[in-house]
């Protein structure tokens, strides 16, 4: 009789998903916290602030089931680090961005994990 020995890899899998969803939530904490400093800086209201809030949340609505779908298709390995490469890109880019109208689009374009 065989036994099969299972591996490790699904814990290590699990922690990574876990700090994954740590920093999700700090930087989504984080934009609320910084969004009363954003506000003067950007010539933001309060209905501009709201307005970045929703498209950082919607962001993550809308590309959820995709995700999914690609994950299911792809693999959640290839799919996730594909979307932490993609979330450092436009991280990187912002350091870049001299008009700083890139800080409310890339939100959106990037929480499909």
Known sequence: MVKNK???VRWRILGLLFLISVVTY???????????EMMPALGLSSVGMGTVF???VLGYALFQVPG???GDRWGSRRV???A???WSLFTV???FDSTKKIEMSPHFSIHFS
Do not use: C, E, M
Request: proline share 0%; charged share 15%.
């Open 80 to 82: 996730l680090t594909f």
């Open 54 to 56: 929703s498209a950082f």
């Open 68 to 70: 999914g779908w690609l």
């Open 93 to 95: 880019g912002l350091a």
């Open 6 to 8: 299972r591996s490790g």
């Open 26 to 36: 700090i930087d989504r904490v984080n934009i609320s916290v910084a969004g009363k």
């Open 84 to 86: 932490l490469l993609w």
